[in-house]
């Protein structure tokens, strides 16, 4: 059973725009939950994190909001930049499991000049 | 700084055989996680070493085994390779291995079983 989903598996957004890209999880004794973003031939690169006290951080042009209740994470970038464009992970943590990441299948992101 | 680097970039082996995958962390990192990551789908926790201990285990056979060095290096081994085992390996190290400790990820290295 996938603990972690990201149910778009390609976003297609325009140069200036908002990317939003959704995450839902099952196990509500995940508490630290992060990004990555992973370019082609290159391993996964951290984006950003939040903890579970939290509901939203930012850096720069990424933000995270996590909703506890819905066990629903979401990152936005703005404005996207075709830099940007990569697939994105999702990932969580437990409180009892060492650094251990449970990753979601990804989001292909696409932003378009 | 170099950044972590991981051995052979890709590697073909046939049904049953071994292979031997190598991880050099990046400078100062003592934790070493190893992830297998299939075709569409995200990576997915094999082991996690710190302090060449092994700290934490994801739900992979016993063909998998991981050790890691005096010099934080690591090996990831599997044996009785098959078909399914077909991925990019990757391997992550952070400082001390603890929760809001950032994990930086190799470029992995493709296996290919034929």
């Known amino acids: 059973d996938q603990q972690v989903k990201q149910n778009s598996p390609s976003l297609s957004v325009q140069e200036g725009r908002i990317s939003i890209l959704n995450c839902d999880y099952t196990?509500?004794?995940?508490?630290?939950f992060l990004w990555y973003k992973k370019y082609p031939a290159e391993g996964p690169t951290f984006l950003i994190s939040?903890?579970?006290?939290?509901d939203k951080n930012e850096d720069g042009r990424f933000t995270v909001f996590l909703n506890k209740s819905a066990k629903h994470l979401s990152l936005h970038i703005v404005p996207s930049q075709p830099g940007d464009s990569a697939v994105y992970f999702c990932?969580?943590?437990?409180?009892?499991?060492?650094?251990?990441?449970?990753f979601g299948g990804g989001t292909r992101l696409m932003v378009k000049p | 700084d170099a950044g972590v680097t991981q051995s052979p970039t890709h590697l073909i082996k046939t049904r049953g055989q071994h292979v031997t995958l190598r991880c050099s962390p990046i400078?100062?990192?003592?934790?070493v996680s190893w992830y297998q990551q299939v075709l569409g789908q995200g990576p997915q926790f094999i082991f996690q070493?710190?302090?060449?201990?092994?700290?934490g285990r994801g739900n992979f056979p016993d063909r998998f085994s991981a050790r890691q060095f005096p010099n934080y290096s690591s090996e990831l081994n599997v044996n009785a390779l098959l078909l399914g085992d077909s991925a990019l390996y990757l391997c992550?190290?952070?400082?001390?291995?603890?929760?809001?400790?950032?994990?930086?990820f190799g470029p992995g290295t493709r296996l290919t079983v034929l």
């Open positions: 992550a190290s952070s400082r001390l291995g603890t929760k809001a400790d950032t994990q930086y």
């Open positions: 196990n509500s004794m995940f508490d630290y």
């Open positions: 939040i903890s579970s006290i939290k």
């Open positions: 990932a969580v943590m437990n409180n009892n499991a060492g650094n251990m990441l449970t």
């Open positions: 400078s100062g990192h003592k934790s």
């Open positions: 070493y710190y302090e060449k201990e092994e700290r």
